[in-house]
T-cell receptor, first 110, second 116 residues
């Protein structure tokens, strides 16, 4: 069974600092997704990573994928308050049956 | 223009009642999904329909019955509601035709169901 683990589950950081969220998955997968969820809101797609070594960047967020290590990272550069949200990684294997990680609740403090 | 819409946004009901949640997408996608997000924010897929056919059916009680009248709609009917059904239910859609490219699932705003 495909399992997805995120860490940390809770992250409190200061504005201007850098940090990385990790997403490990248990079996071979062909797609990895990162989503953002603000409190009480829906999920917003951030990145889709399709191949080993894929790297995507949008603003202060950069996602990468290492399929051999079954690991994806979401790196936050110079955090700002607007990045406070819950970040989910999700993995799909051959089908559209996405398995989500437990989410990382990020709080950026001034 | 709302891409994926759900109604109602909030639903408060008594145990034992039957209720439905509706979902519509105007993105031209061929696949739709229902997810349940519990109080700890954990997201789990429940069902998926492709072109009105059920393709994913996770371990969900028989009290939950999805219905897809056409590709743009996927409704969720829940019988004999229980306290443990309280959660936020999200509808999502994407297109299997785009698999291998970016088959991102687009999520609706969610329906917060509270069973008293």
């Amino acid at each position: 069974e495909l399992k997805v683990e995120q860490n940390p589950l809770f992250l409190s950081m200061q504005e201007g600092k850098n940090y990385t969220i990790y997403c490990n998955y248990s079996t071979t997968s062909d797609r990895l997704y990162w989503y953002r969820q603000d409190p009480g809101k829906s999920l917003e797609s951030l990145f889709v990573l399709l191949s080993n070594g894929a790297v995507k960047q949008e603003g202060r967020l950069m996602a990468s994928l290492d399929t051999k290590a079954r690991l994806s990272t979401l790196h936050i550069t110079a955090a700002v308050h607007d990045l406070s949200a819950t970040y989910f990684c999700a993995v799909a294997r051959f089908t559209n049956n996405m398995r989500f990680g437990a989410g990382t609740r990020l709080t950026v403090k001034p | 223009d709302t891409a994926v819409s759900q109604t109602p946004k909030y639903l408060v009901t008594q145990m034992g009642n039957d209720k439905s949640i509706k979902c519509e997408q105007n993105l031209g996608h061929d696949t739709m999904y229902w997810y349940k997000q519990d109080s700890k924010k954990f997201l789990k897929i429940m069902f998926s329909y492709n072109n009105k056919e059920l393709i994913i059916n996770e371990t969900v009680p028989n009290r939950f019955s999805p219905k897809s009248p056409d590709k743009a709609h996927l409704n969720l009917h829940i019988n004999s509601l229980e306290l443990g059904d309280s959660a936020v239910y999200f509808c999502a859609s994407n297109s299997l035709r785009e698999r291998g490219k970016t088959d991102t699932q687009y999520f609706g705003p969610g329906t917060r169901l509270t069973v008293l």
